[in-house]
């Protein structure tokens, strides 16, 4: 079975500054998905950002960039210029890439505080 | 377009009531699926379905039904509520499986007393 561990409960950073939330996974597979999700107080899940295993290239989008190693089984995410709006519950998350294994596997999540 | 809506947000029952959650989409998704979140722990899967009138269990079934009469409802009950379930429940949907990203709705909060 996969596991999700996100080893940093709470983190915090001053507003402008940059800030690297961790991740690490267990599976026996090669082909896989992974993903960032942000919960902010709303608790509307959001999808930040996703990578595919078989994909070299580290994931962007805008201000949210991927270090995705794959031998280390590690999937951290790195939010540039944090905005005050970027305070919220991060979960990383991973998916089998084989069909009729569908369900996401959660980490238990990384409070992000941002300090004005 | 309402996206992923959830009926209700909040509800206290007691120990051994029952009750249905009503997610519904309107973004004509095959996939929807039914997580918990607990404190301290991330999203659990807790019944899926890859289309109209399919179900299957995910990690956490036991002590829940679901059904998904139409393809744009998919309904989570609770036969006999118990402190254990005590939960935020969230739906979610998809186009489908693989690396589609999973739409979420905002959340029912269940408190069983």
């Known amino acids: 079975a996969q596991t999700v561990t996100q080893s940093q409960p709470e983190m915090s950073v001053q507003e402008a500054e940059t800030v690297t939330l961790s991740c690490t996974y267990d599976?026996?597979?090669?082909?896989?998905?992974l993903f960032w999700y942000k919960q902010p107080p709303s608790r509307q899940m959001i999808l930040v950002i996703r990578?595919?295993?078989?994909?070299?290239q580290n994931a962007t989008e805008n201000r949210f960039s991927v270090n995705f190693q794959k031998a280390a089984k590690s999937f951290s995410l790195k939010i540039s210029d944090s905005q005050l709006g970027d305070a919220a519950m991060y979960f990383c998350a991973y998916r089998s890439a084989q069909l009729g294994n569908e369900k996401l596997t959660f980490g238990t999540g990384t409070r992000l505080t941002i300090i004005p | 377009n309402a996206g992923v809506t959830q009926t209700p947000k909040f509800r206290v029952l007691k120990t051994g009531q029952s009750m249905t959650l009503l997610c519904a989409q309107d973004?004509?998704?095959?996939?929807m699926y039914w997580y918990r979140q607990d404190p301290g722990m991330g999203l659990r899967l807790i019944h899926y379905?890859?289309?109209?009138?399919?179900?299957a269990k995910g990690e956490v079934p036991d002590g829940y039904n679901v059904s998904r009469l139409k393809k744009q409802n998919f309904l989570l009950g609770l036969e006999s509520a118990a402190p254990s379930q005590t939960s935020v429940y969230f739906c979610?949907?998809?186009?489908?499986?693989?690396?589609?990203?999973?739409?979420f709705g905002p959340g029912t909060r269940l408190t069983v007393t």
């Open positions: 979610a949907s998809s186009y489908g499986p693989l690396n589609t990203e999973q739409y």
């Open positions: 973004m004509n998704h095959e996939y």
């Open positions: 990578q595919e295993a078989y994909k070299q």
């Open positions: 379905s890859v289309g109209e009138g399919t179900t």
């Open positions: 599976t026996s597979e090669s082909d896989y998905y």
